[in-house]
C-alpha cells in the first residue's frame, strides 16, 4: 500500500509542476506549437477518418457505454469491490478534468486548423483523463481475474496503446497540445 501511495503521490506533483509549467511560462507553449505543426504534415483524408473513430473511443458516450459494460461484467464475476472501483474512478477523472479546465482556463490551439469542434478549455484533455482513468482502471481490475502474467501485461499494454492512440487523436485533430494530453 505504501507503494501505491507513493506512486499516487507522484503522479500528483507531476500534474501540479506540468500545471504551472502551462501557465508560466513559453517554454511548453513553444514545444507544443512545434509538434503541433509537426502533427500537420501527418495529415491526410485516410488518417482523418481514422483519427474521428479513435477520438470517439474517448468521448463520454462511448467511455460511459464501455464503463457501464465493464461494472455489469465485474457484477456478474461477483466482484462489485471492482465495479465500486471503477465507477469512483471514472467519475473522480471526469470531475477533475472539468475543474482544472474551469480553473486554468487555457484557449483551445489556433496554430493549426482543427478537424474537430470541441468545446471548452483545452487544457487538460478529457478525452485523454477520461479514457486514462476507465480504460486503465479496467485493465488494472480485469487482471485480477486472470492469473498468468502475460495475460497481466497484454492487457495494460492494450490498455496503454488505447489512451495513448486517444490522446494523440486530440493532437492530430488540432483541438488539444500535447501537453494538455499528458495531464
Known amino acids: 500500500i505504501m507503494l501505491k501511495s507513493s506512486f499516487g503521490i507522484l503522479c500528483l506533483a507531476l500534474f501540479i509542476r506540468l500545471t504551472f509549467s502551462i501557465t508560466e511560462g513559453t517554454a511548453v507553449q513553444n514545444f507544443d506549437e512545434s509538434i503541433l505543426k509537426w502533427v500537420e ?8 477518418s481514422m483519427m474521428l473513430d479513435i477520438t470517439a473511443l474517448g468521448g463520454l458516450a462511448l467511455t460511459f457505454v464501455l464503463g457501464l459494460l465493464a461494472v455489469t461484467i465485474f457484477l456478474l464475476a ?11 474512478t471514472a467519475t ?14 487555457r484557449p483551445r490551439p489556433s496554430i493549426i486548423p482543427q478537424l474537430i469542434h470541441a468545446q471548452g478549455f483545452s487544457y487538460p484533455s478529457g478525452h485523454s483523463i477520461t479514457s ?38 486530440r493532437i492530430y485533430l488540432g483541438v488539444h497540445y500535447p501537453s494538455d494530453t499528458m495531464s
Open 132 to 169: 486514462a482513468a476507465i480504460y486503465l482502471t479496467m485493465a488494472i481490475l480485469a487482471c485480477r481475474h486472470f492469473k498468468t502474467i502475460p495475460t497481466r501485461v497484454t492487457l495494460l499494454i492494450l490498455a496503454g496503446i488505447m489512451i495513448a492512440l486517444i490522446s494523440f487523436s
Open 92 to 105: 473522480g477523472g471526469f470531475f477533475i478534468s472539468s475543474w482544472t479546465k474551469n480553473i486554468i482556463s
Open 78 to 88: 461477483k466482484d462489485p469491490a471492482a465495479a465500486m472501483h471503477l465507477i469512483i
Open 41 to 48: 504534415t501527418l495529415r491526410t483524408p485516410f488518417m482523418n
